[in-house]
């Protein structure tokens, strides 16, 4: 049994709660309604049109919660770019491609990406690029940051209806970069509540969520949007039969964050084109895990998920096993996962770095730390993952390994 690790185990202490906006209009909804569920309770923190995180706050970079990694080197994004017109090689070179990215954050990978590939013109006039951003704010940053670009440019809210908002059709290739994307996607937090007659292969999964007690949110699991407290009217279901077959030691009390819709709608999308080339990467593990790992950070700092409700970053640790299950499932060949500094590393990080600091002396400490950042072990080097996946009329994707059975 894997267990995801790196997440603080951090109490909800209600002397540090913050009486937010938001935090007034969820308890007026559960007024309403009793519950919500944890992945409601994240969407409404992140995406929520009045109070939202992505709506209102100072998200990326130093004086934001977090750092991205093209926010720490602009080598991130320009190898990345590279790749890009290498896939478009593999393709056979076409007229027309479309660059995807989901969230772009301030567009700064989109940017160092296309600065890197001007020299290419035949890869740069090809391209249409489509932004997948819910948030008004980052779209302004986004427009400032590619003013100078000649490529077409078209922002989609929802990368599940890609081919219904925007220019894009399946004979159309796609190349489709998502960089700390999924890990901010609201997803199902699953709690193991042990059967009557204690067989652990009847255990019952049921969906967790918050609720109101009067004066602060809690946390409770919830099932047909009753607070439940006793099982034993409820026989495991599929879901449930499904997490006993992976996770046969679980116990009560045992949690799993179900991601499973989110990759479905991802690789169904995917397979609709007839060329198509995606690289994923993202904090998480590789192997299918019990834990919570949602987390809030807020100015750098993390704390408990409940206490700053629309003012603080929340994200979850990506499963890439799962997420590869899933493009399997939709007849997609999958390269990888790896560590991002294996990735980085094929691409030629070390040389890119040396060539920038040497055209830029009085830089070159600060350029070698930044490029160190992106590859520390024990660190982003080896917390995030990179995966690519593709039709499977497409080779193998450059800086990727091939998965063994």
Known sequence: MTTAGDKPDLPYEPGARRNTPLATKIKEHLA?????????????CLNDPEHGYYQTQNVIGQTGDFTTAPEISQIFGELIGLWCAVVWQQMGSPQHLSLIELGPGRGTLMTDALRATRNIPAFYDALSIVLVEQSEKLRQKQTQALATTSC??????????????????????????????FDALPASTLICHGPSNGKRDENVWLEHGVTFDGEKLIERSTSHSHVVDDTSNHPPDEQSRRLNE??????????????????????????????????????????????????????????????????????????????????????????????????????????RASRLMAANPT???????????????????????????????????????????
């Open 32 to 44: 309403r309604s009793g519950n919500l569920t944890m992945a409601g309770y994240v969407d409404l």
């Open 152 to 181: 077409p440019i078209n922002w989609v809210s929802d990368y599940r209806q890609l081919f219904e908002t925007a220019p894009i059709s399946g004979d159309r290739p796609a190349i489709i970069i998502a960089n700390e994307f």
């Open 246 to 351: 992976r996770f046969p030691k679980a116990s009560p009390g045992d949690s799993y964050i179900d991601q499973s819709q989110i990759f479905a709608d991802f690789a169904h999308m995917l397979s609709r084109f007839d060329r198509a080339a995606a690289l994923i990467i993202d904090y998480g593990h590789t192997e299918p895990a019990l834990g919570d790992t949602l987390q809030a950070v807020r100015d750098h700092h993390f704390e408990h998920p409940l206490t700053s409700p629309g003012e603080a970053d929340l994200s979850y640790q990506v499963g890439f096993g799962e997420l590869s299950e899933a493009l399997t499932r939709e007849s997609l060949s999958v390269d990888g996962p790896t560590t991002q500094a294996e990735y980085l590393g094929a691409l030629g990080l070390a040389e």
């Open 363 to 405: 830089r070159a400490h600060e350029i070698e730390v930044a490029a160190l950042r992106l590859v520390a072990p024990n660190s982003m080097g080896t917390r995030f993952k990179a995966i690519g996946a593709r039709s499977p009329t497409l080779p193998p994707l450059p800086g990727l390994p091939q998965p063994t059975d």
